[in-house]
T-cell receptor, first 113, second 116 residues
């Protein structure tokens, strides 16, 4: 049973437009969420995080939104650039239980020039 | 530069053989982790260690073993008991050594293990 879901395996967006990647979770005890970006043959790179006490966190072109009632978070990238083409993983954890993150299956983003 | 080094990048194993994947970090992180990635799936936790000389099983520990004799090193042994070892293995570390920590994990570039 997947506790963290990314229902879109892939997404294509035109350069300059907004990319929206979605993530849903089932465990209401998750209170810390992260997004990672992964290029082929490399390890994931941390992108942005959000704590459950917030509903939005912004870092440059990247914004993560958290809707706790819906158990849903999303990553917005604007404007999208060709270098953003990668696989994006959503991860969640229960901080008081240590840092065992649960990862989603990933969404492959392709930004078309 | 600080980072996590995994070696080798590619590894081949004969059936019935144990193999050890190396993971070294110079970030002075307390916690280290091993994940496995299969196509179409997220990363699944194999083992983790919050402190030297201590480690815990993750979700899929069967057929694997680890040691944490030094803070910098967390080698993973894939034993012959692991029936489906072909996968991409990722090592990670974080500052979090205990509970309630907001530090993200830093990953190595992975080792791809294949069975001959």
């Amino acid at each position: 049973d997947q506790q963290v879901k990314q229902n879109s395996p892939s997404l294509s967006v035109q350069e300059g437009r907004i990319s929206i990647l979605n993530c849903d979770y089932t465990n209401s005890m998750f209170d810390y969420f992260l997004w990672y970006k992964k290029y082929p043959a490399e390890g994931p790179t941390f992108l942005i995080s959000i704590s459950s006490i917030k509903d939005k966190n912004e870092d440059g072109r990247f914004t993560v939104f958290l809707n706790k009632s819906a158990k849903h978070l999303s990553l917005h990238i604007v404007p999208s650039q060709p270098g953003d083409s990668a696989v994006y993983f959503c991860a969640a954890s229960k901080r008081n239980y240590g840092q065992n993150f649960v990862f989603g299956p990933g969404t492959r983003l392709s930004v078309l020039p | 530069d600080g980072g996590i080094t995994q070696s080798p990048k590619y590894l081949f194993r004969k059936e019935g053989q144990n193999v050890t994947l190396s993971c070294e970090q110079n970030l002075n992180h307390d916690a280290m982790y091993w994940y496995r990635q299969d196509p179409g799936q997220g990363l699944r936790l194999i083992y983790y260690s919050q402190i030297v000389n201590d480690f815990q099983k993750g979700d899929i520990a069967e057929g694997y073993s680890v040691s944490r004799e030094k803070k910098e090193s967390f080698p993973l042994t894939v034993t012959s008991a692991q029936k489906n070892p072909t996968a991409f293995y990722l090592c990670a570390s974080s500052m979090g050594g205990g509970s309630f920590n907001d530090q993200p994990q830093h990953f190595g570039d992975g080792t791809r293990l294949s069975i001959l």
